[in-house]
């Protein structure tokens, strides 16, 4: 069997009971900082640690800008381990990956201007600082930031680099945006790269992995409550399986197109050779003269 056959054999052969179960056990591990967070009745509030410079740098691997770097390269990895033959199967691919991204974010930005619910951050300025959330979100974005600027410059508990962070989200807490673009990489690897040997799995591990961190930061940092980052992971799920579903039946199309290609292909059938063409039959021709 060919390369072109192997692939999309391989992604036709993902049943709906494994794609929900294995983006399932994904998810549910995506889950887990929230629950330990909702266990340990976590409640935030800055510290002023060291290690906000490596949480903001794990965060912003999965925030605009950076984003669109950390894609390319999760793309151009995913394509490797699946190898795929085709040009018409990279783009598959990438309008796979880009729909299931772009879907998430839009589904988060409608959720964001409907439930309106104030980031752990704000509601800790509301308690220090005497400023309403209702307040905050009233103002323009550019004034929110120069207010926290003003506010919190002398702040020990809120370093620079948290500062800047803060500054540049400024919007509604509910859900994740973070936790959407991380889920639906995770949930994509568990669909079309586990059951890829050694290398697939180890790559969905990893992805696994820097997902939670991103979970993490996300509370950590006072940018989001455990039930954003817990909805946010379900929300990349529940894309991930839908547009995975609909994307295996142009998989399915191209395996056929490419078998009726294959028996139409002249190399595979010369004209020349009588064992392949039936004009050329000896027997053939001599039932005939009979019959007449």
Not at 156 to 161: D, I, N, S, Y
């Amino acid at each position: 069997m060919n390369q072109i056959k192997t692939f999309l054999a391989a992604t036709n052969a993902i049943s709906p009971r494994r794609l929900i179960v294995s983006t399932g056990i994904a998810a549910a591990v995506l889950i887990v900082p929230a629950l330990m967070a909702w266990i340990a009745g976590w409640c935030w509030a800055p510290d002023g640690g060291a290690w906000i410079t490596a949480a903001v740098i794990v965060t912003d691997s999965a925030g605009f800008p950076c984003v669109i770097a950390t894609s390319g390269v999760l793309a151009v990895l995913f394509l490797f381990l699946i190898k795929p033959a085709r040009l018409r199967e990279i783009i598959a691919f990438i309008v796979l990956g880009t729909a299931a991204v772009g879907c998430a974010q839009g589904i988060k930005s409608l959720l964001k201007n409907i439930v309106r619910e104030p980031r752990p951050y704000v509601v800790w300025l509301g308690q220090t600082r005497a400023l309403d959330s209702d307040v905050f979100y009233k103002m323009p974005r550019d004034t929110r930031a120069a207010w926290i600027e003003k506010n919190l410059a002398s702040e020990p508990r809120v370093p620079a680099v948290l500062r800047e962070h803060w500054k540049s989200e400024t919007g509604f807490s509910f859900p994740s945006g973070h936790t959407a673009f991380v889920a639906v990489w995770t949930m994509l690897g568990a669909a079309l790269l586990w059951a890829r040997g050694r290398g697939g799995r180890v790559v969905c591990c990893a992805v696994a992995l820097w997902a939670v961190a991103v979970e993490f930061t996300r509370l950590a940092l006072g940018m989001h409550w455990p039930a954003d980052v817990a909805i946010s992971a379900l929300l990349g799920w529940v894309t991930v399986v839908v547009l995975v579903a609909i994307w295996k039946k142009f998989a399915t199309r191209g395996a056929d197109d490419g078998a009726d290609n294959a028996t139409r292909d002249p190399a595979s059938n010369p004209a020349g050779d009588p064992a392949n063409n039936p004009t050329n039959d000896p027997a053939g021709d001599s039932a005939s003269d009979a019959a007449t």
